[in-house]
């Protein structure tokens, strides 16, 4: 599905990433774990198309075809979604009036017709009920006064919509209460197919007592220095990261 060769990425004169290797196959969901400045948000921005960045060196490729030349916009409609893609508040365009345009912009990059509004109708329903979304909830205006819950609630039920081949969610370190962790937890587990793949990106362990990985990485200092099961989440939990310093720096 992702596959990631040799990834170096910086921002000016300054290297982030330092050679990533990662291979995710449909099916699976990996854990990105690290300390703070360790990379992952940066590996993320980068794997969506973040221009901000320059790819110095390596290559990253979803089923098989590179992603290089790629524009944010071509990798989403390819199937490669962010969390946080669409921050931005618009008052006066409701969740669902967002989502149906979002789905049908996507289907035209993809040379299909607009959806039918009343499968559109049903995708909505299906998934709104499937995520326990309320219909108060869809037809507010997009991010307007949206608590961090209704963030992460809106940010899965894109996910659930779009149908993304590769899904990263970063669930950027602070200010993520139990609740929003519970939404995006119950999000993934019901959205986890055969046909996609997950990656999670957290500073913590306590999201992955909801959502079980099939692989846990740690991202050092713009490498992944370690990978595992999903025990290696629980003796992060217990070590924190000082022994992954300890052990790069000796
Ligand atoms: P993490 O998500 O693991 O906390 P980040 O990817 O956010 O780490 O950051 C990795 C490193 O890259 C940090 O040292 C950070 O300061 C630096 N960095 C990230 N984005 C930028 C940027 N836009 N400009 C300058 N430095 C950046
Ligand atoms: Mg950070
Ligand atoms: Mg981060």
């Avoid at 901000?52 to 390819?78: C, F, M, Q, W």
């Avoid at 508040?89 to 993809?110: D, H, L, Q, W, Y």
């Avoid at 939404?183 to 986890?192: D, F, R």
């Amino acid at each position: 599905m992702l596959s990631i060769k040799n990834l170096h990425a910086s921002i000016g004169d300054k290297e982030i990433l330092k050679g990533i290797n990662l291979e995710v196959k449909a099916g699976e969901i990996h854990a990105i774990m690290g300390p703070n400045g360790a990379g992952k948000s940066t590996l993320a921005s980068i794997i969506a198309g973040n221009e901000n960045y320059e790819v110095t060196e390596g290559e990253i490729s979803l089923e098989g075809e590179d992603l290089a030349e790629l524009a944010p916009e071509e990798r989403a409609h390819k199937g490669v979604f962010l969390s946080f893609q669409y921050p931005v508040e618009i008052p006066g365009v409701s969740v669902t009036n967002f989502m149906r345009t979002a789905i049908n912009e996507t289907r035209k990059a993809n040379g299909q017709d607009e959806m039918p509004a009343n499968e559109m109708l049903k995708l909505i329903r299906e998934k709104s009920e499937l995520l326990e979304i309320d219909r108060k909830f869809l037809s507010r205006s997009l991010n307007e006064g949206f608590s961090g819950g209704e963030k992460k609630r809106n940010e899965i039920f894109q996910m659930a919509m779009l149908e993304p081949k590769i899904a990263i969610l970063d669930e950027t370190d602070s200010g993520l209460d139990i609740d929003a962790l519970r939404i995006v937890a119950n999000g993934v587990n019901k959205l986890k197919s055969d046909k996609n793949a997950i990656v999670v990106i957290t500073h913590y362990q306590r999201l992955l007592d909801y959502i079980v990985p099939d692989f846990v990485h740690v991202l050092y200092n713009g490498k992944i220095v370690k990978s595992g099961g999903k025990e290696l989440a629980h003796e992060l939990e217990e070590k924190g990261y000082d022994w992954i310093k300890q052990e790069q720096e000796a």
